[in-house]
């Protein structure tokens, strides 16, 4: 079933009103899902010792697919979250939770939906939508779908299509761009077709 809203993206004033009135470990899950586009699960899932600090890259191994188990950048403003997340331990979850069964923290829905409502941002608005905007963005500097699909796990080109929306916009613009440069020579066309269809 289609979440509702899950194609939103979350424009930077709106990431802002979030975490200035959330609360951790929502705010971490929130940046790490779209600094990496990660899945919740995935991010709820993070090993310490799968973090590698050298290269700058979390290792996703929990998955069934051969393309949702890979590797996604650390980008520079994770380093700090992260590092105080794994508090000088060599392993284990990097959000644990007690009450948990599995050991590992497994929502922040309650923490976001608080912060959505503080922030008055509409309900259409979710967490997955941080993994949009983080397939929205890398789309749009890179132009390079494959690598999409490969950093986020996909394994269907039309799931991945979904990022191309921002293109899209900027393709209309340039037809309508070339259209106006265009108008009189159309105009003009137009003119001699009815002449000659009132002859």
């Not at 590797?71 to 392993?91: D, T, W, Y």
């Not at 796990?153 to 293109?167: I, K």
Request: aromatic share 6%.
């Amino acid at each position: 079933m289609k979440e509702a809203g899950r194609e939103l993206t979350i424009e930077p004033e709106t990431e802002a009103k979030l975490l200035a009135v959330g609360k951790q470990p929502m705010k971490d899950v929130l940046i790490l899902i779209q600094d990496t586009g990660m899945r919740p699960e995935e991010v709820f899932r993070i090993r310490i010792e799968n973090i590698n600090w050298s290269q700058r890259l979390i290792f996703n191994p929990n998955e069934k697919t051969k393309a949702a188990r890979r590797h996604v950048p650390i980008s520079e403003r994770m380093l700090n979250p992260l590092m105080i997340g794994c508090s000088n331990k060599p392993e284990g979850w990097l959000f644990p939770s007690l009450r948990a069964e599995c050991g590992h923290l497994t929502t922040v829905a309650k923490q976001f939906r608080d912060a959505r409502t503080k922030a008055g941002l509409p309900e259409s608005l979710v967490l997955y939508c941080a993994r949009h905007t983080f397939g929205t963005a890398a789309y749009g500097a890179t132009g390079n779908l494959a690598m999409v699909m490969n950093v986020m796990g996909h394994t269907d080109v039309r799931t991945a299509m979904r990022y191309q929306h921002p293109v899209l916009d900027s393709v209309r613009e340039a037809i309508d761009q070339r259209n106006l440069r265009h108008k009189p020579r159309h105009n003009e066309l137009r003119v001699q077709r009815e002449s000659v269809v009132s002859i």
